[in-house]
């Protein structure tokens, strides 16, 4: 009877030996498994995935592995969105340097334009100057040419308006 208590206490040691062991093992594999997964999602490789026995598992291991890979899948969800948005952001910015430098190349003409007239009024200005200073036989051809600057000036400020509102444009 001794001897029975004896084995069945030695099995019983045995046994919470085994079992002890494989209970160390099984949290320390647990454990292992979920730092490894840590270390790559820190180091921004979110595409790596739980093994789905962590995943399945109803102890807080398994919770904080179904965690994880929650918290893993919306940060690489995350970063998805926000390249994305870089994308589109990019295609905006390009979109709007060829509108600024084909606006720079149209008001550079208008410019230009402008400045041609500007240098043709001053030339009428000055034509309308040295004809009225001329005799008074010829002043009823001064105050049309007169009346003709006039016209001339009014057309260029217009245009002159025009290029305004094309450059504010």
């Not at 069945?8 to 320390?28: Q, V, W, Y």
């Not at 430098?101 to 000055?126: K, R």
């Not at 036989?137 to 217009?158: C, D, F, P, T, Y």
Request: charged residues 25%; without cysteine; aromatic residues 6%.
């Amino acid at each position: 009877r001794m001897i029975t208590l004896f084995a069945i206490g030695i099995a019983s040691l045995a046994l919470f030996f085994i079992l002890s062991i494989r209970i160390s093992f099984s949290i320390t594999t647990a454990l292992k498994t979920s730092i490894r997964q840590i270390g790559t999602i820190a180091k921004g490789d979110f595409t790596s995935q739980f093994p789905s026995a962590f995943l399945t598992r109803k102890d807080d291991f398994g919770n904080m592995a179904r965690s994880l890979e929650d918290m893993r899948e919306e940060v690489r969800s995350l970063i998805l969105e926000v390249k994305q948005e870089s994308e589109t952001i990019d295609q905006v910015v390009n979109e709007v340097q060829t509108s600024v430098f084909t606006l720079n190349s149209e008001i550079e003409g208008v410019s230009a334009t402008t400045e041609e007239l500007a240098a043709s009024m001053e030339e009428t200005a000055a034509s309308s100057e040295e004809i009225s200073a001329m005799s008074h036989e010829i002043e009823g051809a001064a105050r049309n040419i007169a009346v003709k600057s006039q016209e001339g000036a009014e057309q260029a400020l217009v245009i002159y308006g025009r290029a305004e509102n094309v450059k504010s444009d």
